[in-house]
């Protein structure tokens, strides 16, 4: 009588239930991979531990990251002085390669219009023909202005310029410069933060010997 009534067996019933049970256990290793990269992420994003050595030689954690990583002044100066150096004390045996690190202290944007003008200039070739050694002496730097993004900085410096061919001859000027520094998140790439947004400069005097 219950083979009559019965319109149907259940004959994969155990099949069905399997899957059922697979495609929960599949949900909720797709939910805790999901949960994971969210962590790696986080992970990986969270500032590293740096560690101060005091003068002493105490070692110390540093808990307030982003506030004991900003740039200070002794910094400003720092970059402003390198980068002066890099782009304007030429030599011409290393113009290419100090032209080239100053481009990298450089802004995308400023990168571009500095790129012009050595190339509309022709300036790397004139120094390497011309046989010279410029050095450069910074007299003077002051910072005018500075927020969260940007510094502004003034600088007076000494430059002279010598002859590899002819020691005797010596050229000496003074001149004024300005630079606008970007403050950028610290990287592997940009360990000091700060980027060249624009730089310029007037002669002041030349010395007379």
């Known amino acids: 009588m219950e083979n009559v009534k019965r319109k149907y067996f259940e004959v994969w019933g155990d099949l069905e239930a399997q899957n059922n049970t697979l495609k929960a256990l599949l949900l909720s290793m797709t939910g805790l991979l999901l949960i994971s990269l969210v962590v790696v992420y986080m992970v990986t994003i969270k500032p590293p531990v740096v560690i101060r050595i005091g003068d002493v030689g105490k070692a110390e954690a540093v808990s307030r990251y982003n506030v004991n990583n900003a740039i200070t002044e002794p910094e400003l100066f720092y970059f ?107 990287t592997m790439d940009c360990p000091q933060g700060l980027l060249v947004e624009e730089y310029r400069e007037v002669l002041v005097k030349k010395i007379e010997k």
Do not use: C, H, W
């Open 80 to 186: 402003t002085k390198l980068f002066v150096q890099k782009f304007t004390e030429y030599n011409s045996y290393t113009i290419a390669t100090d032209i080239a690190e100053a481009f990298n202290m450089m802004s995308a944007n400023y990168q571009k219009i500095a790129k012009k003008e050595v190339l509309d200039s022709n300036l790397i070739s004139k120094i390497s023909q011309a046989s010279i050694n410029t050095k450069m002496e910074v007299r003077e730097i002051k910072l005018e202005r500075e927020d969260p993004n940007y510094a502004v900085l003034s600088l007076l410096g000494l430059r002279t310029i010598q002859s590899y061919q002819n020691r005797d001859l010596k050229e000496e000027s003074l001149f004024k410069g300005d630079i606008i520094l970007k403050k950028v998140p610290r």
